[in-house]
């Protein structure tokens, strides 16, 4: 048993230094049929890495931007605004409300949001729903200073020119650590929590606390609400939309 096993191993090795050789092999002919080391050399030039790793502007960042600003928004519209949780809503069959849109980008942060802001406020939306700062104190390690402080250039923004736009500042999620894809320091989530509290206060903005409606006992996003310790599935989902219906209503009333 001990010598088949040692018979395999060595015919696998074979087969992988013949694959490795063959690979260099081919490597070579390409160089040499392609006028030298130059070949590779403007091969990996077209490739700009940074355009494709920049997290301030990726790829999909453009897309959907791109999207947001040849799609018009509709008067009277209720605009949902942040990052890949609020980007994952089907808000107008989960509000029933057709006048509902949804402008979230997955991996949005305050910086990037005020970067594409005039597309929003150039339609002068009835409502706007905002959720935003997991991705400035996960993805960037902001702090929750800092973060605050790129809340309040969107804010001024709203308030300058969208005075009769009513603005709700929606509270960031926690994560759930022990489920294995993401990692945030949920005590900080909190604290930005709180200061989101007293923005509301200070713009005149309604706050609404979707945080304590998800966490279980460790103030982590509850299991039963998502996959991957981030994201919410559809039992979150219902959920936020309960704690939005009476604010969403007035508008298709009014």
Request: proline share 3%; with cysteine.
């Amino acid at each position: 048993m001990a010598e088949s096993t040692k018979i395999l191993m060595n015919i696998i090795t074979l087969i992988s230094l013949s694959l490795n050789l063959l690979a260099f092999i081919l490597a070579c002919f390409l160089t040499i049929k392609n006028g030298g080391i130059d070949y590779w050399r403007q091969k990996f030039s077209n490739i700009n890495i940074s355009n494709i790793s920049d997290v301030h502007n990726p790829p999909y960042y453009k897309h959907k931007t791109s999207q947001f600003e040849i799609l018009p928004i509709k008067p009277n519209t209720i605009i949902f605004l942040g990052d890949s949780i609020t980007d994952e809503g089907e808000w107008t069959e989960l509000l029933k409300n057709p006048n509902s849109q949804n402008r979230g980008i997955s991996g949005d942060t305050t910086e990037r949001i005020l970067r594409r802001l005039d597309t929003i406020i150039k339609n002068h939306p009835k409502q706007i729903f905002l959720m935003v700062g997991i991705n400035d104190l996960h993805m960037l390690k902001k702090s929750v200073e800092a973060t605050v402080e790129g809340y309040k250039q969107i804010l001024n923004q709203f308030q300058e020119k969208l005075p009769n736009t009513q603005v709700y500042i929606q509270s960031v999620l926690p994560v759930n650590n022990n489920i294995y894809l993401y990692w945030a320091d949920n005590q900080k989530v909190i604290d930005l929590n709180r200061e989101l509290q007293n923005l509301a206060k200070q713009y005149n903005y309604k706050y609404i606390d979707i945080h304590s409606h998800l966490v279980d006992t460790q103030q982590q996003l509850g299991a039963d609400f998502t996959s991957d310790g981030l994201h919410l599935n559809g039992k979150g989902y219902l959920i936020w939309r309960e704690l939005l219906a009476t604010d969403v209503t007035d508008v298709t009333d009014g």
